[in-house]
């Protein structure tokens, strides 16, 4: 037979002159312990070769082998089969298939370190396989990164691990103390959340475990639009979107760790423009006007009510729960990013709370403002109508395929003039003096007769009492 390793050496059996040879080769490349090679003597005609003690030298022939090597482990690899980031299995693979059939479904003689505890053991992928699987109760914490110790205590009896039939060679007792970490990462996103819409540049993150031995070793995000095949990597962990068209985009995470297990993640987000600059401002007893800025050119208008709306229902398009809309603002000859509405057609002294509505696909809806119409009375003053700041909502609920994904700009709406909450009262003019010529008035002895009589009785007096 052929020596694949080129150490080929013949000893004797353990006795002296005892009828045993011992051929010895290297080992092979690969696991081998299932294969009988047949051994091909030829006659030398020598006087040193294989000869009894008679010396008659072996006459030369060919004969088939009988396999008595014991299957032997070369590798046990952690699983995390879920995946939840707890250990759940140990794939053990052997040198030769082992027989299903003398497996047990229990610990079965197998015992791990690191106090886990063998449930149960299973076969390979394939019935009769060179591999095993030890399957183990989860633990309550994260160990993808766990490497423990695998041992086998021999049973000597006709079940448990042991290689094809006819030889049905069982597994000697053995430790294996090099098992490899095969469990992918427990990864999660935390921001942003599926199904939700984003806006501007949009901060990325996941939680990845890869506790005990191992650890993380990279994270990579990626993003590509809805229905495309190709991801584009996405630099670092923030994600500016103002150059990309709106819409539906999934969003990828490839976290690896140190011992190149893979976990990789996709969620579906929506991609809308950014309203920022709002402004609301009265313009007479029936109109109002609202201005704003996107980030990129798109078309928008307003929905408008004389009562507040704390949300949007996404369910009542187009005008999402409110009252009125005016009509699509659309710049020619393209759509533009400075915007500006009148709001006609109401009535004096009148409060409306309004939205802007971002057209696009996504749709993205402003927090709400409110603006007053100057009252009658007052429209000749000068001066502006108010809209205060908005009270910032809760964005609603995106369905997962949605023909219109709703969503809340996140910078606030710039406080306006004081609002005109009553009608002023107006300060009266008043009625100039008159200049004119005084007439006589014949009733003046009234003042003069009593005054006289009055200095003279003073007089009398004084003298009287004079020595």
């Avoid at 992918?184 to 942003?192: K, L, R, Y």
């Avoid at 402004?279 to 609202?290: K, L, S, V």
């Avoid at 009510?305 to 729960?321: C, E, I, K, M, R």
Wanted: proline letters at 7%; charged letters at 20%.
């Amino acid at each position: 037979m052929a020596d694949p390793a080129g150490a080929e050496q013949i000893t004797s059996g353990s006795g002296v002159n005892d009828r045993i040879l011992i051929l010895n080769f290297g080992e092979g490349p690969t696991p081998d312990t299932a294969n009988t090679p047949s051994v091909t003597y030829a006659s030398s005609d020598g006087e040193r070769s294989t000869y009894d003690l008679a010396g008659n030298e072996l006459v030369g022939d060919t004969w088939p082998t009988t396999d008595l090597a014991e299957p032997a482990i070369i590798s046990a690899v952690t699983r995390d089969t879920d995946p939840n980031g707890r250990l759940d299995t140990i794939e053990v693979r052997f040198s030769e298939p082992i027989d299903d059939e003398l497996l047990i479904d229990e610990a079965d003689h197998w015992t791990v370190s690191d106090d886990y505890t063998v449930s149960s053991v299973d076969s390979g992928a394939t019935a009769n396989d060179d591999t095993i699987l030890l399957h183990l109760t989860e633990k309550s914490v994260n160990d993808t990164g766990t490497m423990p110790d695998v041992s086998y205590s021999r049973t000597g009896g006709e079940t448990s691990v042991h290689d094809q039939s006819p030889a049905s060679n069982e597994l000697v007792d053995t430790t294996w103390e090099e098992t490899s970490d095969g469990a992918n990462p427990e990864v999660a996103w935390t921001t942003p959340a599926a199904n939700t819409t984003i806006s501007g540049t949009a901060a990325l993150s996941v939680a990845a475990k890869d506790d005990n031995m191992t650890g993380i070793k990279s994270t990579q995000f990626q993003y590509r639009a809805d229905g495309e095949e190709s991801f584009h990597d996405i630099a670092g962990s923030s994600w500016n979107t103002t150059s990309l068209a709106l819409g539906k985009y999934i969003l990828r995470v490839i976290v690896t760790d140190n011992a190149d297990n893979v976990t990789t993640i996709d969620e579906p987000i929506y991609v809308a423009a950014v309203i920022s600059n709002i402004y609301g401002h009265t313009i007479d007893t029936t109109r109002i006007e609202i201005t704003w800025n996107t980030d990129r050119p798109t078309d928008g208008r307003i929905i408008y009510d004389t009562l507040s709306h704390g949300s949007v229902d996404p369910s009542a398009s187009p005008n999402y729960g409110y009252a009125s809309s005016t009509g699509t603002e659309h710049s020619v000859p393209d759509y533009g990013t400075s915007h500006a509405i009148v709001v006609g057609g109401l009535s004096s002294n009148m409060g409306y709370y309004w939205r802007i509505v971002s057209a696009g696909t996504p749709v993205v809806i402003s927090a709400e403002g409110m603006t007053r119409t100057y009252s009658e009375a007052s429209a000749g003053g000068g001066g502006g109508g108010g809209g205060g700041n908005p009270t910032v909502n809760t964005p609603p609920a995106v369905p997962p395929a949605p023909a219109a994904v709703l969503g809340v700009a996140t910078e606030e709406i710039e406080e306006t003039e004081e609002e005109i909450l009553s009608t002023p009262t107006p300060t009266p003019t008043p009625t100039p003096q008159v200049r004119g010529t005084s007439t006589f008035n014949f009733n003046w002895w009234l003042v003069i007769i009593p005054t006289a009589l009055l200095g003279l009785i003073i007089s009398g007096l004084l003298l009287w009492r004079r020595p």
